[in-house]
């Protein structure tokens, strides 16, 4: 496997891109942050986030205290404004719903090389707050990375977000980071070890839902795991 490397113009991009957009968000709303002291710092893991608008990513990638790597649709990288400032970060394209070996292979050297991985389970944006059931990739990754996930619930971040700012509203916006999830190695074969990863990425699902308002529960109503 090939060493993971963030290309120098990218780093000095972040630089500047997350006080940027933190300031911004600081502008627009109220920003709160919640569990800063349950993200293992220095190590690799997984960052698992609820994902209602295309407010989420930004929030979480300019707030969270260590710089992670963010995987996001290829689609989006194709809408203005949205695009240019995603390759800027240096998102790494995902192709929804299709097996890419190299695209596995990068986030496992990304984890590899001890960066902190973001990925939104549901594998796009709901437009409400209601979760959607997760799509499988989390647990893969689980399962080939044998990394901690970190689960972060997002509130506020509604499609509605920045006309509310605009009219001066300054929505409230918090980023409530949960405990680690532990995974033990993956043992099952064949169609029952397919149906452990949709369990994981479930499970994972629900952690995120413990951490947020019964109405953003969605499919996960009533299965949501409270943060002890």
């Known amino acids: 496997m090939k060493p993971y490397r963030i290309p120098f113009h990218i780093q ?5 891109l997350r006080p ?6 600081h502008i627009l709303g109220h920003v709160k942050v919640l569990g800063r002291e349950n993200i293992p710092f ?11 608008s295309i407010f989420d990513p930004p929030l979480l990638v300019s707030f969270w205290p260590e710089q992670p790597e963010v995987i ?9 404004g949205q695009g240019p400032l ?14 890419d070996r190299m695209l596995l292979d990068k986030v496992l050297a990304i984890l590899k090389a001890g960066h902190p991985l973001v990925i939104a389970p549901e594998g796009g944006r709901s437009h409400e707050p209601a979760m959607r059931r ?7 990754i689980i399962e080939h990375a044998q990394v901690p996930v970190v689960p972060v619930g997002l509130v506020g971040t509604t499609d509605d977000f920045w ?14 980071i949960g405990k680690l999830i532990r995974f033990p190695p993956m043992t099952q074969k064949g169609m029952e070890r397919r149906e452990a990863r949709q369990r994981n990425a479930d499970l994972v699902m629900r952690y995120i839902a413990g951490l947020l308002p019964e109405e ?5 109503t009533g299965q949501a795991i409270s943060p002890a």
């Not at 000095?12 to 500047?16: E, K, Q, V």
């Not at 996001?72 to 990288?77: L, T, W």
């Not at 006309?163 to 409530?176: C, H, I, S, T, V």
């Not at 953003?216 to 996960?220: A, E, L, Q, S, T």
């Open 42 to 52: 220095g190590k690799p893991y997984v960052i698992a986030m609820n994902h209602i």
């Open 134 to 140: 997760a799509m499988p990739g989390v647990g893969y």
């Open 163 to 176: 006309q509310r700012a605009k009219r001066g509203e300054m929505p409230n916006l918090e980023m409530r």
């Open 12 to 16: 000095a991009n972040r630089i500047f």
């Open 20 to 25: 940027i957009i933190r300031t911004l968000f």
């Open 216 to 220: 953003y529960h969605g499919v996960y």
């Open 86 to 99: 995603l390759s800027m970060y240096g998102v790494i394209p995902v192709h929804r719903g299709d097996y």
């Open 72 to 80: 996001g649709a290829a689609d989006v990288f194709e809408k203005k």
